[in-house]
């Protein structure tokens, strides 16, 4: 234990600065009023007492910055850094107003709405709803849309208005800017203004978890959570989504990132993949367990070792695995340099990319014959492995999670580059580009992204070890973009740590059914969805759907309609109504 905290502190003391505020969470999801801190209780037994837990709590942020910074993770501090277009569904309850008023006086509305918010923001009106009925913004009466979360639904006098507010500003300051110039409002309508909430509507509960990095549901009823102490733990969730029996099932002694169900588990024989690796800076020391069991008891055994990862203070390696068609298990498989090159004297990396990095692969672990020794100690960082581990596709920088979809495709976050990571493109732009790079080649900051992740494509992260040289669409090498080079879907955000990702599958809200909800754990701290088109090769749009009261989410599940999200300290249950 005293090893690992002064290895944090040395890895990480220079990352302090880099730590954002820890935000007051709120009951609610939106930014809520007079939200005061939770003071904690002073503990029993004088000085020592203390002294113990201010130690145990320096060890906590030592991990925490060690995680955050460098534990497969991109992010950066600045929440305010908006720099893609953010829709946010605003409804506006009154009293006083009738249904004529309403529709007569929208465009009054919606210029009210822009005049309040300052930035540039186009403004639109959905429908509004007054008691049972509902209306189009012109007055004609209309069925409610499913994904109105109508406040005032159940009251004879007062109206909801459904509004649509797209611009470089967040949901959050919309809302609060909105509430500021409430009299606006009251002025156009004639009546009063009672609230204003984002859309949907949803209440919270949470449970104490530290560090929980990835989840998975069992036949079981029971959420299965590992977090990067190790440990992998069992909750379970009654109908209030509150917690009612919790427990660790295991222990593994490695920092773990994520975590999956076999397709053949049962409820009385749970079987679970789980990936991460060891806290030794080594470049071979990625791994995924197989576990199996019911209740407290589970076996582990290791099934894949000698996965790669860097070896600085920026942990890229093994994270996101999902099993998709025919029991083929999938991992991501982070870069292990910064942009493709390795820099001299670089800290942060301190590695070159080698064969199973930068890629997703797959592993058919089911199948007797397989081999899931990659590497052992001895070997060198660019040999062939041994292992019988196959490449789904290539060209990714740090993909923390991805989704498998209903409609068969697999989409994914990839972090993007930021300038203090100090990388280098390949000198070279086709083969062969082994060797350092040029540090002035550094490509700056660069988007979060997502993918639409197909066999045998390239994303554009070089690998020099499979002549894989050019640098995304090649232009900032001179050079003719790849063939099987596929651009992103959309871009997420600067510095935006895009992590946790998957399918909404329930049709509880119609507007989210089969779109992909996901994390940002730096810019934004929020829970966005990306809206697919119906051959789910493109990106309609990106709507936040909630922010206030997260600090540094990470994983995302969602299970019967409601939304289950870890930070690093504990696992918030979203409730949504829609």
């Not at 309040?116 to 189009?136: L, N």
């Not at 300051?173 to 309508?189: A, G, I, P």
């Not at 492995?385 to 789904?392: F, Q, S, V």
């Not at 000198?427 to 060797?435: E, F, K, N, R, V």
């Amino acid at each position: 234990l005293k090893l690992q905290f002064l290895y944090f502190i040395d890895s990480y003391s220079d990352n302090l600065k880099k730590m954002p505020e820890m935000k007051t969470v709120s009951e609610g999801v939106g930014d809520a009023p007079n939200n005061e801190p939770i003071e904690p209780e002073t503990p029993s037994g004088g000085n020592s007492n203390i002294l113990i837990i201010a130690i145990l709590v320096a060890l906590a942020v030592c991990i925490a910055i060690g995680f955050g910074v460098g534990y497969g993770v991109d992010w950066d501090d600045d929440d305010d850094n908006i720099t893609t277009n953010v829709t946010t569904e605003v409804i506006l309850t009154m009293e006083g107003v009738t249904s004529a008023t309403a529709a007569s006086k929208m465009s009054q509305v919606l210029a009210a709405v822009k005049q309040a918010v300052v930035v540039p923001v186009t403004a639109t009106c959905r429908q509004f709803c007054m008691g049972s009925e509902c209306f189009d913004c012109d007055g004609t009466p209309v069925a409610a849309l499913n994904a109105f979360a109508r406040t005032a639904s159940t009251l004879s006098t007062p109206i909801d208005i459904y509004l649509m507010v797209v611009g470089m500003i967040s949901t959050t300051e919309v809302l609060q800017k909105v509430r500021d110039n409430s009299y606006v409002f009251q002025t156009v309508l004639g009546g009063k203004l009672l609230a204003v909430n984002n859309n949907p509507s949803t209440s919270t509960k949470e449970h104490m978890l530290s560090f929980g990095t990835s989840m998975t549901w069992g036949p079981d009823g029971r959420m299965y959570v590992v977090n990067a102490f190790g440990e992998v733990a069992a909750l379970q969730y009654n109908s209030s989504l509150d917690v009612t029996s919790s427990e660790v099932v295991k222990n593994l002694g490695q920092q773990l990132t994520g975590i999956t169900l076999h397709p053949g588990s049962t409820a009385s024989n749970i079987v679970l993949y789980v990936s991460g690796f060891g806290y030794a800076t080594k470049h071979n020391t990625g791994s995924v367990w197989k576990l199996n069991g019911t209740g407290s008891n589970f076996d582990s055994m290791v099934a894949i070792s000698g996965l790669p990862r860097s070896t600085g203070s920026i942990r890229h390696g093994v994270s996101g695995i999902h099993f998709g068609a025919n029991n083929i298990l999938y991992i991501s498989s982070g870069g292990l340099t910064a942009s493709g090159a390795p820099v001299q004297n670089d800290t942060k990396f301190s590695t070159t990319e080698v064969p199973l990095s930068t890629a997703i692969l797959t592993a058919d672990v089911d199948n007797e014959n397989f081999n899931g020794v990659c590497y052992d100690d001895t070997a060198e960082p660019d040999a062939e492995p041994n292992c019988t581990l196959g490449i789904h596709a290539t060209g990714f920088r740090n993909v923390f999670d991805f989704a498998i979809h209903s409609n068969g495709k697999m989409y994914a976050n990839d972090n993007g580059h930021q300038k203090e990571d100090g990388g280098a493109i390949p000198t070279s732009g086709t083969a062969p580009c082994g060797g350092f790079g040029d540090p002035d080649s550094n490509p700056d900051d660069q988007q979060d992204i997502l993918l639409n992740v197909k066999q045998g494509k390239y994303y554009g992260h070089p690998n020099p070890t499979r002549d894989e040289c050019t640098y995304y669409d090649g232009s900032k090498q001179g050079v003719a973009t790849p063939a099987n080079f596929v651009p992103a879907m959309a871009n997420l955000g600067m510095r935006a740590s895009a992590n946790g990702i998957t399918e909404y599958t329930s049709t509880k809200c119609a507007s989210l059914h089969k779109n992909l909800i996901f994390v940002r754990y730096a810019t934004g701290d929020d829970v966005m969805m990306a809206q697919l088109s119906a051959d789910g090769e493109s990106v309609v749009k990106i709507t936040r759907l909630f922010s206030g009261g997260l600090v540094d989410p990470l994983a995302i599940s969602e299970k019967d309609g409601n939304i289950f999200v870890t930070t690093f300290s504990k696992i918030i249950a979203f409730k949504l109504v829609c």
